[in-house]
C-alpha cells in the first residue's frame, strides 16, 4: 500500500479486528495520522463495531440464529412467484398486442399474399434475405437523393411479410426463452 493511498474499508476492518500484519499497522496508522478522511472512516467503524458489541448477547444465541433459517428459504419462492406473475403478463400483453396487430398484419398481408399465391415461411425467409441484402447493397452505395426512395420501394414490397415474420420469430424466441427461464429456475434455487 502506497502512503498516498486510501485505507480501504476492508483494510479498516482488518485493522480493527487486529488482522493486520506489523508492517501494515504502522502503514496505516501513518496514513491516518495524515487523512482526515480515511481518519474519519476508522471513527465512524469504531463505533459501529462498539454500538453491535453493545447489542444484548441474547439476540446471537442459536434460538435467534434457528429464526432465520426459515427467513433463508423464503425469498426463493417469492422470486420464483414474481417471476411467473411478471411472465404472465407479459405473455398477456403480447398475446394482447398480436390480437390488436392481427388485423393491420392480415390488411397489410393482403397484396403480399396476392403478389405470392403460397407464401409459406421459405417464401418470406427468402424475402428477408433478399431484402437484408439490398439493405446492405443500398448502404454500401450510399447516396443523399437515392436512399429515401430505396428505403420506400423496399418498404413496399418487403416490409409486411418481414413484420409477420420477425414478429413470430421474436414471439416463439421470447417464449421459448421464458420457458427456459421458469424451468431452470427452480432447479437452481432446489
Ligand atoms: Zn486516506
Redesign the pocket.
Known sequence: MHLTD??TDMQLNEYLDNETTLAGRSEIEL?LST?E??AARLTALKSLFAEIESLPDLELTPNIAARFIPTRSLPAPQVSNWLTLTTTLQAALALIAMILATPIISRSLTPVLQAYPIPSLNAVLIDLQMNFVMWIQSIQSFQFPTIPTGIFTLQQEFSTGILFASLIGLFIIWIIGNWWLLRKRPNSLA
Do not use: A, F, L
Request: with cysteine.
Open positions: 486510501h485505507v496514513h487523512c478522511e480515511c
